[in-house]
């Protein structure tokens, strides 16, 4: 039996990923596919609060898979493990049309911080720089001698793609300070500003000038002909955290970007020409692509 250790509280959480929809053999490696499974998950917990503890993995298996390529999965998965200090305790295996990762999550916290809580005046606060899984992954795919030398001049970029680094302490240091909603940046900041947004009750404002951009972005978007701060807005897939912060925290390690309010109509992006709306410029695993 899992218990958390006494005084604390237990922290659920689960994700999916799916060949095809979060990775491909094109782009990275089985072990990648398997340290990201891991990474996507202790992030989330670590966006309540939480300290990650235990996983338990459902996979998936088409027809077609590899012995050795599922041996590569599961090193991943021990990497990412060991580095994150987690252990996996259990799961299940079952045929499917493609090779799919379900992973829960289990951790525990002393003060669990949700979506909802943020409050009119509160800071937007981010726990790193943005826009370099979107970046990394549109260069990968772009494939050309200039991608492939912007990405060696900036190795992050796709290793951001690939083997996502979540700061996995920060979340309970947010939820010391005060952090009065929190989640991970997952689908680009302005949905996720969206979400805290939504479950509070309030507006939001970010302020694109103040959105901050990882090493390697702004070069990117210049050779892909796009804004480096909608790679930020809407790339997704960074894992570092979002939080609503009170104006008198004091806490080293974030860097403000926005506010919210207390119209909860007003959720947009500064930018230099005026106020635009946060609707839209998110991931979206449904929305129909072209």
């Known amino acids: ?169 920060m979340g309970p240091r947010l939820a010391h300070a005060g952090a009065t909603a929190m989640v991970d940046v997952s689908d680009g900041l302005a949905g996720d500003a969206l979400h805290l947004a939504e479950a509070s009750g309030v507006g939001v404002e970010v302020s694109d000038a103040a959105v901050p951009l990882a090493p390697g972005v702004a070069e990117a978007a210049a050779l892909l002909g796009r804004d480096p701060v909608a790679l930020a807005l809407g790339g997704g897939e960074d894992f570092v955290l979002a939080a609503a912060l009170p104006r008198t925290a004091d806490l080293g390690g974030v860097l403000d970007c926005g506010r919210f309010t207390a119209d909860p109509h007003r959720r947009v992006h500064q930018t230099a020409a005026g106020a635009l709306p946060l609707d839209g410029l998110a991931f979206d695993h449904f929305r129909r692509r072209g």
Not at 122 to 146: C, F, S, Y
């Open 1 to 169: 039996m899992l218990l958390p250790t006494p005084g604390r509280k237990l922290v659920v959480t689960t994700d999916v990923l799916v060949e095809g929809q979060h990775f491909t053999a094109a782009l990275s490696g089985p072990e990648d596919w398997g340290w990201k499974a891991v990474a996507v998950n202790v992030s989330d917990l670590a966006a309540m609060g939480a300290v990650a503890r235990w996983l338990v993995l459902a996979l998936t298996v088409p027809d077609a898979a590899e012995v050795g390529t599922l041996q590569r999965v599961y090193a991943g998965i021990g990497e990412a493990c060991g580095a994150f200090g987690v252990a996996l305790v259990g799961g299940d295996v079952s045929a499917g049309p493609a090779l799919s990762l379900a992973v829960t999550a289990l951790g525990e916290a002393g003060q669990v911080v949700t979506r909802a809580g943020a409050r009119p005046g509160d800071r937007l606060v981010v726990t790193g720089p943005l826009g370099a899984a979107a970046a990394g992954l549109a260069l990968l795919r772009r494939d050309d001698e200039p991608a492939r030398a912007l990405l060696s001049r900036f190795p992050g970029l796709a290793a951001a793609h690939r083997r996502p680094a979540p700061d996995l302490g």
